[in-house]
């Protein structure tokens, strides 16, 4: 293919109807794969593949390449969840371009038949600041590195994919507050009309069981008696469940979590000790949960452990978070250690007045602990 211009006509004009995508009913896969075909053509690449990051941002949950066989593709087991070099655009918010994909620090080399790729250019997909994905192409055709030219070319098409993608989880968040809704509005038909109702049955089958008529019924009614009670714990529990979901600090950190599995490669023990929901403010709990991912993900990607436990505990106003693995601890020639991300980590917590800190955890590998206070 000819070298293509950022000001070539019609390569501004591929860029442009890519973007135009938008104002039309087209589903969010359709839509990427346009923009994953496009940007493998103009910058002349072998292979190419948009990744998208899940609803917590912790793991590529999509996957959409071009360039590899189907079969071939499909022997090479799961897609990739954002280890290695192809995290370096999702948490450095950066675009990475380099002629050698193999030698950059983060490489963990490719799985049992994976074509070989050699040159590579990573480039986030976000809007306003916020990373939904990243665009990756590998294998410069003609050439040993892809160029400044395709950069720009390549970065134009991520705003493009950026603002499909946060359309598409916008539209989602929408549909979620309309479920919530209807679920909150049964949950209080359920209190104002259900369980009053069961209420007043139960006073009078107690006032009948203390009637001194009632005597040959009693045992009878103190049974009808149970079972009301036992009608009304039940209904309390489903107006428990049909209430906001998804809200909670405590259930936003079980999701996190549990998201987070891909990323390890196992189950993370959780402890959650104290009244989180009703201390944790929403400015600390967002700190809170970004430090989560972090420090979990750097577990996956640099720690090699079999087992990991995220804890989280409020004392004494202070909420701390400690994030421990067995895996094979800091090694002391790095020449960066905030390079896992411990500088983050740290700005976090000194933006709400609390601390971070990093260290030898007693399983043997790492333990991150961050303390922040609390208002109660």
Known sequence: MPFQSIDDPVTLRRVLDATLLLEKDVELPALLGHVINEAQAL?????????VL?????????FFTVGLDPVAEAALGPHPTGLGVLGVPLDGHRTVRL???????????????????????????KVRDEVYGSIYLTDKQGATEFTAEDQALVEALAVAAGVA??????????????????????ARDLHDTVIQHLYAVGLSLETMASEPAAVDLRIRL???????????????????????????????IEALVHSLRPVVGFEIALVVDG????????????QLLATVREAVTNIGRHASATAAEVAVTLDGGVCELRVLDDGRGIDPDRANPDGLGLDNMRRRAETLDGACTIGPSPAGGTVVTWRVPVTS
Do not use: K
């Open 275 to 286: 009244p989180v929901d009703s201390v944790v403010s929403d400015a600390v709990a967002t």
């Open 222 to 252: 103190e049974q009808l008696v149970a079972n009301v009670g036992e009608a009304i714990r039940q209904v309390r529990s489903s107006i428990y469940d049909l209430g906001p979901t998804g809200t909670g600090v405590r259930v936003r």
């Open 43 to 51: 910058t002349d690449a072998r292979f190419g593949a948009i990744g």
């Open 54 to 62: 899940d609803d917590h941002r912790a793991a590529i949950a999509e």
């Open 165 to 186: 993608i946060e359309n598409t989880w916008l539209h989602q968040q929408v549909q979620t507050l309309a479920v919530a809704a209807d679920r909150e509005r049964t």
């Open 99 to 125: 002629a050698r994909l193999d030698l950059h620090p983060d490489s963990c080399g490719f799985p049992p038949g994976h074509p070989v790729m050699r040159s590579f250019l990573g480039v986030p997909i």
